[in-house]
């Protein structure tokens, strides 16, 4: 587990160990409500070598690497990064997050364009 969350951090560019769990990326994160982990925790799961956890949480693929955790890291961490590193472990995996025949047809007429394709980039391998 150690490999993989050595890939993480090269993929990332950040030092996993720098952050010291203060949880201010987690405190002004708009998107906290939907995640089923904070994004302080999904780090700190990385710290304690549980990267296997941290890629199956919903937190990585709800982030929209708004760059509000960046900017009010004190520790200068760019967790936008490390949720995009995460997401690309799983996407090299050919884990598709995104199904799209799963999509209700109904849902396809209301979502924005837009939406779904930036979805489909991001979330489909
Ligand atoms: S704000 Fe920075 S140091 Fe604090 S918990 Fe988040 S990533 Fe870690
Ligand atoms: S980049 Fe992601 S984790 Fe960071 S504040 Fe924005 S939505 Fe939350």
């Known amino acids: ?3 993989l969350v050595d890939k993480i951090s090269e993929l990332s560019g950040q030092n996993l160990d720098a ?9 002004g994160c708009p998107s906290v409500a939907q995640m089923d982990m904070l994004p302080n925790q999904v780090i700190r799961l990385l710290q304690i070598g549980l990267p296997e956890l941290a890629l199956q949480c919903n937190t990585i693929w709800i982030c929209a690497s708004c760059y509000m955790c960046t900017v009010r890291c004190p520790r200068g961490i760019d967790l936008s990064k490390i949720m995009e590193a995460l997401r690309q472990v ?3 995996e050919n884990l ?5 025949k799963e999509i209700k047809e109904e849902d396809i007429f209301i979502l924005p364009q837009i ?4 979805n489909f980039r991001k ?3």
């Not at 952050?19 to 405190?27: A, F, I, V």
């Not at 598709?96 to 799209?100: G, N, Q």
């Not at 939406?115 to 930036?118: D, G, P, Q």
């Open 1 to 3: 587990m150690a490999e």
């Open 19 to 27: 952050c010291y769990q203060c949880g201010k990326c987690s405190g």
């Open 90 to 92: 799983n996407l090299r």
């Open 96 to 100: 598709d997050y995104m199904k799209i």
């Open 115 to 118: 939406a779904l394709v930036a």
């Open 123 to 125: 979330q489909t391998a």
